[in-house]
């Protein structure tokens, strides 16, 4: 048989490339997760991809495209956005839903556009509290100059807009599609919060690359996190025996948490007001009010640099 | 009214449209942030980052497009190139300095090109500049193996070369461009260089994920930063109070400062070829010649590993 | 001259332009890494992406790409692709060893198939030892759910695929390749893996991002690594004359390191079933079975926050 056409390849190739289908055949027939798809397709990453762009533009007219809006167009121009993501989002809503189950799922198609329809009507609901997490920005950085500019540019509010997103489709349990939104945040900010992860209003997040958020993290209003922070659990290797168990923390309002800081474990609290140094490491609850930070000069300083 | 067309969508999703598209026309006319946009457009974010990828075939020639040059040839590449550039930019500048005035602007266009010509002037400076970050990486690194590689394939360079791009737009006031050019290194690199910074000679970044380097922050020549250092503000609770005033450290020449660590505050000065060890946590200043390395076996060692 | 044709373009522009031109044009004549590609065309990095996306769906059919693959159809998809990435993947590979030797080099072609065809034979293997690190994945992350999400959306899965395309690349000597596929995984993902480090089997990276693995790293079966752990070299102040040399720790069997944790320099072992905890230290080796943390109330806690 010849699988590679009348292309003109090299005899090497020729000699070759028989052996190398036919194992990875084989590896397609004895392991059932590269062939399993035949009953369901997956969603489609570029589609939901596409879905965040234009969630975007109807959460922020005008900043990532180039209508120019009114008052008189503006419910045009919604509508229209809202007829195209409800069509497109429902599909994938449906194929996560049939993927992921065996059995027959006859009425997947509706279950798919109610939940996106409840999702939709969300919107407003989360778009004013973006406009929360704007201020917190343009309040926290001295460098913003204009809430415009956090809107344009921002990384840290855009992973915050895509798991707001993300969370309400978490919350009405449609498989894939929250956990592939939120990585594809965190691959162009270098931030990664879990759809299922709880967060208040004003939430800031200033450079944020290397930011970890767990998926049982809860988070009060009016917090702060800078680059490197890392909200996660103490240990998993209990596996998936932990699905659904909380393992991440909780911080309560009005925590400002520093570059590097590492707060671990579902049962550690970090109390309302408190500030938490640059680099912490975190293990156990801590008072409200309260000033972490790690003793500063452990740091052995000789003159005349040598190699480390 | 029916803002959806004729489209054949689900009546849950028509019996909702209307008072979602209300709420989110309620949001526009509430929060001016939204509409605002009607005495001006904000700059292209993706001519932005075309424009930085035409500069960067000006700068390396063949190693980004296909174009063959020799002496002769050369000339009539960059004349094309920079008058591509020039048109695009200056567009683009022009659309910044009138959205960021509310006050009528007349000579927008005129000081946009003026600008942008400005820019262009300072090219040729900063390709000799580049020259020795190639030099410095090829120098720093052992896994390098060749300039060649370094221009082509290093996240370092690449944030480099476009902080120094978006540094000479910084200097001429130039609004929203030089932060959203660094954003798009920033989320290509995990590099997070504020166009403000003032960086010397001989800049190396090795690896580069989850650097910071603020806005009011000055290094001098041959400084060599890996992943994870963070040259950053003690605290920026005092918001936009705090625009302007320093409030990032000073690296001197010749310092070498490993991953992890930060730096931290605007009167902390490093001084010139001293060495900071990999996760140092430093907020006051450091003689010259020193080298700084935390602790190192501040480390719980049990045989036998239990869970942590 | 008028290197800019007819364009309308401004007076001062076109008073600058040939200043400009001639600056940048010297450059060019007195550096020849510019210009040094007339003995050579350089590999395309937007073609050794495609590859990647190429090989993934070779390695994981219906998971990014459309196809419906049953046992008959199998043989005929993977055959037409391995044949696209030959005649693509053989090419670039010649750009790559032409472009490196200033020798004339007449059977860089037939070097360059063979060299592909070899790697090509490596495919079956990798693709079993791929799904032992998604197995690792779903065993290590609570929150993981599927096996199909830890393939479809995990980065961690996405960096260790591309490495170990690359590695097989390093292994036979071939120049850019390498590099520029991991380069590319790092931009997406935050995870810096270098093409010739040696990794074994059921190898997990949650969440990733900062993580970075120096070239002559060593690594068992069974690791786990977490965000922003080092595995690096202590010092690399010797520049190109490391090269070669192994400067990068050794991690045994069933170790797990977790989150910002370093471990530095080329004699450094850490020993097989060893828990490494987070932002831990470490430049000497650690023995068998050992846990190992920092010492954890190293921290200044005060009621009332204060200013930092």
Known sequence: MNYIGGRDLKDYFKMNVQDIVADITTNYLTEELFLAKDFGQLPDRSQIIHIISELRQVM??????????????APYFIGQKLAIIFESLSKQVELALLYNKAEAKENA?????????????????????LLTDIQAAFDGDPAAGSKELVIFSYPGLYAI??????HELYLRNVPFIPRIMTEHAHSKTGIDIHAGATIGKYFFIDHGT????????????NVNLYQGVTIGALSTRGGQSLAGVKRHPTIEDNVTIYSGASILGGDTVIGHD???GGNAFITSSVEPYSRVSIKNPDLYIKGKSQDL
Not at 60 to 73: A, M, N, Q, R, V
């Open 274 to 276: 408190c500030v938490i």
């Open 60 to 73: 922020f007219p005008g900043y990532f495209s180039h209508e120019k809006l009114d008052c008189t167009l």
């Open 109 to 129: 198609k509706e279950e798919a556009e109610r939940i996106t329809v409840d999702f939709l009507k969300e919107l407003p609901k989360i778009q004013k509290v």
């Open 210 to 221: 290397g930011i970890v958020i767990g998926e049982t993290t809860i988070i009060g209003d």
């Open 161 to 166: 807009f895509v798991y707001r997103m993300a």
